[in-house]
């Protein structure tokens, strides 16, 4: 069964930045496209930038383009997501899961979830 852990969020100050990591296991995580996903309290969680297996082809949702980047190590089963110029709007629990780059962009998920990251901007 597949494991998502996340880690790397905290609060920072508007204009900050951040790091996220995604450690995964149980599945050949090689072969996955893999994406980052958001909620915010009172929305629906969004993928915000998926990265193919290879990690050649990589999308990003509009709000993001420009200032997250989205990664992977397929040596240590990890996909990371760094977080520049952040905004008061960025405040949410970030996720790791299956996504695809496209274009467009599109979710997937496993069976299950991480616990996620929380992240939030606040001056």
């Known amino acids: 069964q597949v494991q998502l852990v996340e880690s790397g969020g905290g609060l920072v100050q508007p204009g900050g930045s951040l790091r996220l990591s995604c450690a995964v296991s149980g599945i050949i995580f090689k072969i996955y496209n893999m994406g980052w996903y958001r909620q915010a309290p009172g929305k629906q969680r969004e993928l915000v930038a998926a990265?193919?297996?290879?990690?050649?082809?990589?999308n990003y949702e509009d709000s993001v383009k420009g200032r997250f980047t989205i990664s992977r190590d397929n040596a240590k089963n990890t996909v990371y997501l760094q977080m520049n110029s952040l905004k008061p709007d960025d405040t949410a629990v970030y996720y790791c899961n299956r996504g695809h780059p496209g274009p467009p962009l599109r979710p997937a998920s496993f069976d299950s979830w991480g616990q996620g990251t929380q992240v939030t901007v606040s001056s």
């Open positions: 990265i193919s297996s290879g990690g050649g082809n990589t």
